[in-house]
């Protein structure tokens, strides 16, 4: 069996600062997607990477900056995007060629060759030197052919793009794959039925939107637990608008811990853990963002936005369900359900970044006044943050 080690649960970790964008990362984009074993356990993050605009600028005129990627994940730091776990990186031809993933422990990561890089006699020989250093290799968006016999000895992990075939294509592919020692991935598993499909088909890894988007149920009850989080947060929604023109930071918000902490018992199964800890980043990140923006004074209503954006997900309830328990403020409810008006911009910026639409978070950010270096730096601080306010409620 090739090594590949799974890894379902983050080593303990050191509590972290809030860091600014490292000087030689300045502008460039990181962001992580979760990858989800059988059981739905996070065993690692694919990390997708848009360049800062000055190396964009240059690249034409001095050839391909084959590291970019790699330098940017460890400027940043892997421990801060990952958690401990396996961060997916996608190379290309020429970083192969550059050894780029050498500046990064081969424990660290899980190199992925691109479906359109050609397995010639040289990627062949790179890739073998690849897995003697210790490193996992991965083909990403893999169409079969017959030239890629020898990469798939060499590889631990096969990534499928399962939305581009039927279950027939994936059945067939499945199969001619079994005689070699690899774990599929399926890749774009948008919906429950294309999760069940692949899984028995043999499939073992999992990634798309259906872990943050799952079915929803169409009316039901709320639950006793779900209960607890509309009176939690109305008693926020309450609070801070008694005090209204006073921007608190939320991290000492002692009625937010309640919220979080009730949020943090009612999330239900194993990836509903990690679409836990994406609505609260996602909640922080929307906070940060309205600190550098025109938003100033409004931080606590896009923290809220952004934490109620995923309620649903977790809870498994319609949006518009819940809104008639929370009963929100019409400036958020156009915000949850519409995505439009005033709270609207924050927590579309911060789901462009999310899923790594680098055109549409540039046209964003220079709508409400910033730059992709300062959205950076806030996804960085709220997975900080975030960490720190989950361990921190773990141990309470």
Known sequence: MKRWKFAPSAPAEKASEAPGPPPSAAGACVVRQPIFGSDDDVVGYELL???????????GRRGPNAPSIVRACVDVGLEKLTSGRPAFISVTRAMLLARAHTVVSHDAVVIGVPGNVKPDAVIEQVCEELIEDGYVLALDDFVWSSYCRRLLELTSIVKVDVSNHSPATLDELAQRLAVYDVRLLAKRVETAEARVTCAGLGYELFQGGYYAHPEMVASRSL????????????????????????DTDTSNDPVLCDLLRIVTSTARGTANREVLHLAVQRARM???LAGPSSWDGESRSMFLVGLLSLLDTLSGTPMPELLKELAPAPALRDALVWRVGPYAAALLLTEAYEQGLWATVGRLAQRIGIDAAQVAACYIQSLAWTRDQLRSLATA
């Not at 509309?230 to 023109?245: E, K, L, P």
């Open 49 to 59: 990477y848009h360049p800062a605009a000055t190396e964009a600028a240059t690249r």
């Open 286 to 288: 929307c906070e940060l």
């Open 223 to 246: 639950t006793s637990g779900e209960m607890d989080i509309v009176r939690a947060v109305n008693v926020m929604r309450d609070d801070w608008a008694s005090h209204s023109g006073r």
